[in-house]
């Protein structure tokens, strides 16, 4: 079975650009959460989507969005790059919501120049 | 506001020791908790699990404690083997959101 797959792996972007970030999950997995990874700061959560519908966010501003179609596959925008958004995107599937393991892909690292 | 904490960035151990890593929780809502292995380049794997209704789960070479009391959450590797060397993340559990520490390096010297 193939694991979570993550679109572009890199990414270098300048400031006040938007970038668009894909994550397919494994198959049959209708659970996509988002994780930003910082030096210092560990995995911090973004949103969590489950059957087309997000499930809860984190405590990050409304630059930050993400959708999921009906095949489970997702996506993450940020608009309006900040430096400080320069980081590692980590997606995470799970067949359902809640108290399971997740499946990390192996992330996009996004640079804002 | 780190709700799970990992207060060790760093830790070395022998090959064929015990390696012990510690996180600390603020949060006594949290049900579930988990232990993660990163190695570079790559996305975090899972390792084990508890529940909070336990206190031990063991898993071969790993086992996790859980201390509710202290909130206080550990992870032991018996015997540490080179390949361990990784940074490993605890996580916690509240509903479908999860909580990351911020990971501890560790290296097992061959």
């Known amino acids: 079975k193939a694991g979570v797959t993550q679109t572009p792996r890199y990414l270098i972007k300048t400031r006040g650009q938007q970038v668009t970030l894909s994550c397919s999950p494994i198959s049959g997995h209708r659970s996509v959460s988002w994780y930003q990874q910082t030096p210092g700061q560990g995995l911090q959560f973004l949103f969590e989507y489950f059957s087309e519908t997000q499930r809860n966010k984190g405590n990050f501003p409304g630059r930050f969005s993400g959708r999921q179609f009906s095949n489970s596959r997702s996506e993450m925008n940020v608009s309006t790059l900040e430096l400080g958004d320069s980081a590692l995107y980590l997606c995470?599937?799970?067949?359902?919501?809640?108290?399971?393991?997740?499946?990390f892909g192996p992330g996009t690292r996004l640079t804002v120049l | 506001d780190q709700q799970v904490k990992q207060n060790s960035p760093s830790l070395s151990v022998q090959e064929g020791r015990i390696s012990i890593l510690n996180c600390d929780y603020t949060n006594s809502m949290f049900d579930y908790f988990l232990w993660y292995k990163k190695y570079p380049a790559e996305g975090p794997t899972f390792l084990i699990s508890i529940s909070s209704i336990k206190d031990k789960n063991e898993d071969g070479r790993f086992t996790v404690f859980l201390n509710k009391s202290a909130k206080h959450l550990s992870l032991h590797i018996v015997p540490s083997q080179p390949g361990d060397s990784a940074v490993y993340f605890c996580a916690a559990s509240r509903g479908n959101q999860f909580y990351f520490g911020t990971g501890t390096s560790l290296t097992v010297i061959p």
């Open positions: 995470a599937s799970s067949l359902v919501s809640g108290r399971v393991e997740q499946f």
